[in-house]
């Protein structure tokens, strides 16, 4: 089945240490999204790709980045994780044309940060 | 700033209940509408989305969507133990979606 997979379902890292998360997609879609989420929180969305255009919302901080070297894959990247930054880090997909606002999860990546 | 509202809850309701979950929304701009369940430690998954005002049912949920009062709800009929979950409201105009809290919902057997 098509669909959109998150690499690792659970990721510990210390204080500091980078740490690099991955989504993949077989729907073929060109929007891509990363939110945030943490505990009784609403998604909050990080970036997204329109297909290599990049958008960062303004809150975003400095230490999320983002990289799309293809259609299928987008890595979340957390260059010098805080205590703060332990979240559930979830990957969506819309598409195949802007406007088509439905978008699918992968099952998501619970982040802990010792 | 974009807002999306939600009671949080919890929301408790016997077995075989209408359960009744409601959310606001504070851009009038907003075009698409869209309500995912969220079991605990898992992530969204899409069970209605709405365009235009009026109803739209799909089984045992029906969503229902009034722009003029900038309203959404999601009626689930039959409620079932397996509906209880946290149900979040997210609208879009077109671009990105912005999600409300959730409204966690407890059906009791």
């Known amino acids: 089945d098509a669909m959109v997979i998150q690499n690792p379902r659970y990721q510990v890292t210390q204080f500091g240490k980078p740490v690099t998360l991955s989504c993949s997609q077989t729907?073929?879609?060109?929007?891509m999204y990363w939110y945030q989420q943490k505990s009784s929180q609403a998604p909050k969305l990080l970036f997204h790709?329109?297909?290599?255009?990049?958008?960062n919302e303004a809150d975003t901080p400095d230490n999320f980045q983002s990289r799309r070297p293809n259609t299928s894959f987008c890595f979340l990247d957390i260059r010098s994780p805080g205590l703060g930054d332990a979240a559930m880090y979830l990957c969506?997909?819309?598409?195949?044309?802007?406007?088509?606002?439905?978008?699918?999860f992968g099952a998501g990546t619970r982040l802990s940060v010792l | 700033q974009k807002e999306v509202e939600q009671n949080s809850g919890p929301l408790s309701v016997p077995e075989g209940a209408i359960a009744s979950l409601n959310c606001t929304y504070s851009?009038?701009?907003?075009?698409?509408f869209f309500w995912y369940r969220q079991y605990s430690g898992k992530s969204p998954e899409l069970i209605m989305s709405?365009?235009?005002?009026g109803d739209k049912e799909d089984g045992r949920f029906t969503a229902q969507l009034n722009k003029a009062s900038q309203y959404v709800s999601l009626l689930i009929r039959d409620s079932q133990p397996s509906d209880s979950a946290t149900y979040l409201c997210?609208?879009?105009?077109?671009?990105?979606?912005?999600f409300g809290k959730g409204t966690m919902l407890l059906v009791s057997p």
């Open positions: 969506a997909t819309s598409g195949p044309r802007q406007g088509e606002n439905i978008q699918y």
């Open positions: 729907l073929n879609h060109n929007v």
């Open positions: 790709y329109y297909d290599k255009d990049f958008n």
């Open positions: 851009d009038r701009g907003s075009q698409s």
């Open positions: 709405i365009y235009s005002n």
């Open positions: 997210a609208v879009t105009g077109y671009s990105t979606l912005t």
